[in-house]
């Protein structure tokens, strides 16, 4: 299973059903993971698309789209960021 | 350094002065409080309420001020960040810096405060008669950023 957690206004078009998922066949990468959720949600992959959108795994910043994911791995996706 | 994000309503003098009692090494103590506005852009605001990633944002904001204080000479430094639903003039940051002397500390919140901004994981989201909207960094904030990065 992967764990899926979105914040802001990510959060609120996200069902609660993306929350934990079996990891799809054909997910490999978190490009891959981002397009599948997309598909699933067209509306939370139109808001990804529409800002910029960082994704996060097991707590550590990815710099790079191409990194595997895993059983058991934790993925967030965060909007911009509005601290302060 | 001290970095704690709060649910609940803080402080910010109380906390202040827990940070400075007995630091008699200090020659400067500087602090900025963020407070919510009972108005924004011509619209009344009810409520803000602040969105976190339980672990992360604590480990980078801690990360941020570890780099901002490590540019300075910053003897210690405290970070109170409020999450949840906040009422407007309730506070919502504290940063305060103690240092030998003023030029630092000053910097110090400054800088950490630019990074707060727009590097910080929190969400906001302002509600009002008008309905709710989320609240992204300003242009401004991001220049100021950029800024910071320089110094």
Not at chain 1, 53 to 80: K, M, W
Not at chain 2, 4 to 29: H, N, Y
Not at chain 2, 73 to 99: N, T
Request: proline letters at 5%; glycine letters at 8%; aromatic letters at 6%.
């Amino acid at each position: 299973m992967v764990r899926l957690v979105f914040l802001g206004k990510f959060g609120e078009v996200a069902p609660a059903g993306l929350a934990e998922i079996a990891l799809p066949g054909d997910v490999r990468t978190l490009k891959d993971l981002k397009d599948w959720v997309a598909r699933q949600q067209p509306l939370l992959g139109a808001a990804m698309e529409a800002t910029r959108t960082r994704l996060i795994v097991n707590q550590c910043v990815a710099h790079d789209l191409s990194q595997a994911v895993s059983d058991g791995d934790e993925v967030a996706f965060l909007p911009p960021m509005s601290g302060g | 350094m001290d970095v704690r994000i709060v649910q609940q309503a803080f402080d910010p003098q109380a906390e202040i002065a827990a940070f400075a009692k007995g630091r008699d090494d200090a020659g400067a103590l500087v602090s900025f409080v963020g407070t919510c506005r009972a108005e924004t852009g011509g619209s009344a605001v009810d409520e803000l309420r602040i969105d976190h990633y339980p672990g992360f944002t604590e480990k980078e904001i801690a990360r941020l001020a570890e780099e901002t204080s490590r540019r300075f000479s910053c003897p210690d430094l405290l970070v109170v960040h409020r999450v949840g639903a906040i009422r407007p003039g309730e506070a919502i940051v504290l940063v305060a810096a103690l240092s030998t002397h003023r030029s630092d500390a000053f910097e110090v919140v400054r800088i950490l405060m630019d990074y707060l901004k727009t590097d910080a994981p929190l969400w906001k989201k302002e509600t009002g008669p008008g309905g709710a909207r989320w609240v992204e960094p300003r242009s401004e904030d991001y220049a100021r950023r950029k800024e910071a990065e320089k110094g």
